[in-house]
């Protein structure tokens, strides 16, 4: 499996590669959330390039960039296991050679990206446009690979191939969970034990969100779903229900609007969001 270390063996590479490509970015760490892009990327694309690469420029400066796990040695055997033909690996002096503060930056509309995490998280949209924008520039790639997880993320990003007419495709692979319900994240790692049992409880808040009858109003149910979970030890940084596209306040339940929600356990932010079907 191919390791390109920086921009130029990336292109160098591109240039020589026939057929279409498939990107998809990771902060490493691999999970199953990964990995079931990958699986996807691989159905629809000839060639696949996985990028890893924690990314300072989406951090915020109290955010966990320093304590984010990095384990490239078993994210390259996974990545290998699973038939994953190139990966591309940059260092920070690669992808920003005068330093993050210097670099040129994508800021996405304010509507989609002041609202949600972009509240808790001022420039982090800032920072995910601006990295996807170079891998794409980088990589060329023909379908971009993105996890419905970060849903949010997904829609900014839909948005900025859109209005920079990106001639790339936007896939969105679902949210792979564990038995028990937890959102597949890199950051589950970093819970305590204890932390790890009350984690689900997220997931099943919105799971029963998700179940209340069309039509009725969203705003005392959702108020007492962030109690629930501030009583349990969660620190809610919101609950909400959005219009899947508009990410707009929905403020009754409707087919197709989604509950997004973002709650801290100790010092790990876990973020989920669930569709009404
Ligand atoms: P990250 O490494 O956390 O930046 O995530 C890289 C990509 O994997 C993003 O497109 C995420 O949305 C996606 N992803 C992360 N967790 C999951 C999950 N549990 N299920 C599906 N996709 C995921």
Known sequence: MPILRNPDSLRNWRQQQRGSLALVPTMGHLHAGHLALLRLAQARAEQVLVSIYVNPLQFGPEEDFASYPRTLESDLQQLAEHGCTTVFVPSDDDLYPRGAAEQTQVVPPERLSSILCGTQRPGHFTGVATIVLKLLHLAQPD??????????????????????????????????????????????????????????????????????????????????????????????????????????PVSEIRPGARWLAAARLGDVRLIDNMVIP
Request: net charge neutral.
């Open 143 to 248: 379908i971009l690979v993105l996890g419905e997880k970060d849903y949010q993320q997904y829609r900014i990003v839909g948005q900025m191939l859109d209005d920079l007419n990106l001639p790339v495709q936007l896939l969105c692979g679902p949210t792979q969970r564990d038995g028990d319900g937890l959102a597949r994240s890199s950051r589950n790692s970093r819970l305590t034990s204890e932390q790890r049992i009350l984690a689900p409880r997220l997931a099943t808040e919105l799971r029963q969100l998700c179940q209340l009858p069309v039509g009725s109003l969203v705003q005392a149910p959702a108020r007492d779903a962030r109690e629930r979970l501030q009583a349990a030890g969660f620190a809610v940084d919101y609950l909400e229900l959005r219009n899947s596209e508009s990410l707009e």
